[in-house]
Each structure stands twice: as C-alpha cells, then as structure tokens.
C-alpha cells in the first residue's frame, strides 16, 4: 500500500509556540494530512496556516467540528494547560488518536479518566509529549545505566529551571485557573528524565515536595519546586525546578552509583557539558569528556567520544527541541498498529509523581506511591 493511500488525517486544537512547531513537522511529512486546525484567533490561525502552506479555511473556532470529522484520525492537543484533561478525553470519546503535550490534564479526575479511557481502547494511540525521551543524551544515559556502568545508583540530581516566555498571549502562563501548576508547566520533564534513567533499577515509592513563591514575576502559582523522590532500591531522587528561572535555562543531570558517576551541566560550554566516571574507564576516578573527542583521545579513551551531532537537553526554545522525532513515533505507532512507551497508561508513574508533589508541599507530609485514587480524588477535589 503506497504512503499517499496510508496518510493520517490530523486536527490541531492549538497552534501557539509549541503547537506550530508540531504543526511544521506534521505538515512535512508524506504520510500525514493535516486535516483541521482550531484557534481562538482566526487571524493568527489563518496566518499559522498559510506560512506552512496549508489552505486557511481549515481553520475553525469549534473544537467539535475536528472531533466530528470522520477524515480525522488523530487529534493534538496543544491548547493552554487547563485545556488539555477535557479536549484529551473528549477526543478519546470521540474514536480518535491522541497526542497530547504536558501536563496531561490540570485536574486529578481528568487525568485519571484519561487513563480509565486509554485502557479501555487499547486500538487508540495516545502520546503525551515528554520531548526528552527522543534526546540522544538522555537515550544513551539510559543504556549506562541499564548496562551497570555506574553500578546500583544511589542518588540522582535532575533539574529544570526555566524562564518560560509569558510575553504578550502568553501571558496566561501566570494564571493559576489556566497554567494548573508549575510541576506540570515544565518541572515534570525533569521528574521523567529521572524516572526514565532509574527505570531499570528502581520504582518511585513516595515523594516530599516543597514549593516557593515567586522572586521576580506575578505568578499566581509557586513556580520554585524542591522534590524529593524515595525510591524502593534506597535511592534518593531530587528535582530542584524554577519556571522563574533568573539564570535562564537549567537541565542539570547529576547520578552517582556505586561504580561511577554521570554529571550534564546545560550551563556549560558544549565540551565540557557531560562529564562521566565508571569502573569500565581505567580504575573508575577518570572522568571522560565525551563531548570533546580532541581531549578523548589526548588521554587515550578516544572510542569513548560521543558524536559531534549528540543531541542535549540543553535549550528550552521548543524549536530546537526533537518535535520531528516525537511526532515521527506518533504516527509510526499508529501505522504500526503498537503502543506508544508515552502512553497515559505508560507514564503513569511519572503524572504519579508529580500529583504527589502538589499533594505534599499542600500538606507538609511525604505521600506514598502508587497513590490511593480515591483518597488523592477526595484531596484534589477539596
């Protein structure tokens, strides 16, 4: 069966900073159509549409009308964070794919509805855009530690700190009714980054969570996070995360195992971002650069150099970030007829996290995983 026979049919609820650049990467692809785009903004919509080259009258201010159309078999969900429990759902309801950036959902109910959804339709893909599962350095990070470069870890530091962009329409990002809250506007890709590389050793068993208003700008919500995660290998997880970011943008890594260490400093100079020790690199002290091939192979470890293009988490401009290789899984999954390892029901332990965070700098007291649905449904809903 050709490609052009085989090509998806897409809608668009949200085409901002985020959701153009996904529409650019839809639009460049053979096997997709790019079907419906809804946008308050009809002047801004139509613009968006022209400058990829798509036709204006696929603009629509009813989000219904894309989950109508039966030539529509995939729905993405880019709209302001509030949005995003109920459009998701209703797409689900609707018979259509869903790809979703994070947060999931604001609200517990929702979030939790779409995972009662998405299991019950195991033949619909979802996808919730945690963009840094498609970065090299946090892939190969992974295989380390699933190989035991490091050994068994015992600590792990990942952070994010980030002055989001609040200028002009968007500044709703300050609005606690429309952002939810700062975990899940941008905190939580450093909760999956630490999720995903103890994947292999450890599950999350409770969270303590503490939270800071804002220094500088008008937040409605603490956008200053400290989180702890216990995890039931003994290690200990920290997340130290900042939407108000005064330093610009911060994705530090830092793991420390019994047999090496792993640091990634985004603030660094390309070479010197990513430094690592193992037992496998001489007698476990020497730390080899991967990034500078030069130094590599000055100190004589040359075939462990890192390709010059190895992608880093070290950029919060969405532009720069692997939307092709997301949404390229998206559709592959779709055509392939499997799962997506970003399903809601797949990252599960990461939302986990992150309600426990809320839940825990609201109380004061470490929270318990896997939560108790019902008593987090009584506690968010209070």
Not at 43 to 48: F, K, V
Not at 148 to 167: D, E, L, M
Not at 176 to 196: E, F, K, R, S, Y
Not at 355 to 365: E, F, I, K, Y
Request: with cysteine.
């Amino acid at each position: 069966m050709s490609a052009a026979s085989m090509r998806l049919g897409v809608g668009l609820l949200g085409a901002g900073w985020m959701g153009e650049a996904l529409l650019a990467r839809f639009v460049e692809r053979d096997d997709v159509e790019v079907r419906g785009l809804c946008q308050r903004n009809s002047d801004t919509a139509r613009a968006t549409l022209k400058a990829h080259g798509l036709d204006d009258s696929l603009w629509t201010a009813d989000a219904q009308q894309i989950l109508d159309d039966p030539s529509i078999g995939a729905v993405v969900v880019c709209t302001p964070n509030a949005l995003h429990g109920a459009q998701a759902i209703a797409a689900l309801e609707a018979g259509k794919h869903v790809f979703c950036e994070k947060p999931a959902a604001t609200r517990f109910d929702e979030w939790f509805r779409q995972i009662e959804l998405a299991t019950a339709r195991p033949d619909q893909v979802t996808f919730v855009d945690y963009i840094l599962a498609f970065d090299a350095m946090e892939r190969r990070l992974r295989a380390m530690v699933d190989s035991g470069s490091f050994g068994t870890i015992k600590q792990i530091q990942v952070n994010y700190r980030h002055p989001v962009n609040i200028a002009g329409d968007k500044a709703w990002k300050l609005r606690a009714d429309v952002i939810g809250d700062a975990v899940g506007m941008g905190i939580i890709h450093a909760l999956w980054a630490m999720l995903h590389a103890m994947e292999s050793q450890a599950r999350p068993v409770a969270v303590f969570a503490h939270s800071a208003p804002a220094r500088s700008r008008p937040f409605e919500v603490d956008p200053i996070w400290t989180i702890q995660v216990r995890f039931d290998n003994g290690a200990t997880g920290i997340c130290l995360g900042d939407i108000d970011s005064g330093v610009g943008y911060d994705a530090y890594h830092h793991l420390s195992g019994t047999d090496g260490a792993f640091v990634f400093d985004s603030l660094a100079e390309r070479e010197r971002q990513i430094r690592y020790r193992s037992h496998e690199v001489g007698d476990g002290t020497h730390w080899v650069w991967p990034l500078d091939a030069a130094r590599c192979a000055s100190e004589g470890v040359g075939e462990r150099a890192w390709d010059a293009g190895t992608d880093t988490p070290s950029s919060g401009d969405v532009w720069k970030h692997q939307t092709a290789a997301a949404v390229a899984h998206f559709v592959e999954c779709i055509h392939d007829q499997r799962p997506s390892p970003l399903s809601f029901e797949a990252t599960r332990s990461v939302a986990e996290v992150g309600w426990a965070a809320l839940w825990s700098a609201a109380t004061g007291r470490e929270i318990e995983l896997p939560l108790d649905v019902e008593s987090a449904r009584a506690f968010f809903a209070g």
